[in-house]
């Protein structure tokens, strides 16, 4: 019974995060599209640039339809399945075409706009249908000429812009990953992601030089005047890092903190000398550790915090504590929380991993000296008997 269960919730999982569009083949085609329903297919190759921008958008246009009863999204690798392409006049990629109710041989052309904005309208307006896209809460700030210098110019925060124009296709590819760079930095008060649709709002563009989209610029604290060019990959890793370099964040492209975030170097110190040390020796590191919490400024002084409690924690509740509490955050943070919750117990974690890490090194290194030194009794024993 057990088992069962298992596999329905995973089935369940599955349905929750396939693909809402249809992919057709020779063998299910007609099938398909069988005039019982209304059918929008994108004819598309797999090398196909502008196939592979579109690619994002039409996800959208599937979730948007998906419950919707007599409307299909559907799509076709005509590369692979040219007898399908031939069959309806396609000669270029990517290639739409809407198959209205009632018909199987004769669908019209769509040769509107690729956003999956335009796409919805068009089926909407077709079908009959009163479709939505399903889009989740963005994390990008979108800018205009009148808001610009408002967001970009504040001195308290470091802005990282992306100059764009909607035609352009490497905007579009961009796009998605650009949600997901603010996603990854949406838990930091003083980083802010935006973007400017520079070709409607030139005034911005113009003053920073911008000839060409997508042109990607960060505005840090002290260089609001001065931006820096952003010239390197476009992929999440590679903005990632940028944006940790230039505003001293120590975030992952999943918008979770990296295993450095809350670890203060002397406390950290304090932590590797504290699970092995004696009770003298403790209660020095201990009074060290006071001295350098006390020093502390900015977020630094928050973790210092956190510090001496973990500390006051293992001292009043032995070694076993940091094993047993690292266990537990690790598994809270397996479940659904909040950005706020997460970055919490990630510090938490790193702090408590700085006690491990170092006493787990300790004795490994102790093991591995008893072990040489056994081997070598053992040896000098074997060479006493050979005499």
Known sequence: MRVSILLFVACLALAATASKVVDLTPENFDTVVDGSKNVFVEFFAPWCGHCKTLAPAYEE?????????????????????????????????PTLKYFPAGTTKDPKDYSGGRTAEDIVNYVNTEAGTKARIKKAPSHVVDLTDSTF??????????????????????????APVWEKLGSAFANEPNVVIARIDADKYKVAGSKYGVSG????????????????????????????????????????????????????AELADVASKFLTASKEERAQLVESAKKTVASLTGVDAKHGTVFSKLLSLVESKGNDFVHT??????????GALSLAKVD??????????AFVKVSETVQGVAEKVAEAASEAADAAAETAKGN
Do not use: M, Q
Request: charged share 25%; with cysteine.
């Open 325 to 334: 509490e690292l266990a537990r955050v690790e598994k809270l943070l397996k």
């Open 213 to 264: 989209f997508p042109t990607l610029k960060f505005f840090g604290k002290n260089s609001k005047e001065t931006p820096s060019p952003y010239e390197e990959g476009r992929d999440l890793e590679t903005l990632v890092a940028r944006v940790n370099k230039e505003a001293g964040t120590l975030r992952l492209s999943n918008g979770h903190l990296s295993e450095k975030a809350g670890v203060v």
């Open 344 to 353: 919490e117990l990630s510090v938490r974690k790193n702090i408590l991993s």
């Open 149 to 174: 210098d408002k967001v970009v110019l504040d001195s308290g925060k470091d802005v990282f812009v992306e100059f764009y124009a909607p035609w352009c296709g490497h905007c579009k590819s961009l």
């Open 61 to 93: 246009v599937g979730e948007a339809f998906g419950s919707t009863s007599n409307v299909v999204i559907a799509k076709v690798d005509a590369d692979a399945h040219s007898e399908l392409g031939s069959r309806f006049g396609v000669t270029g990629f």
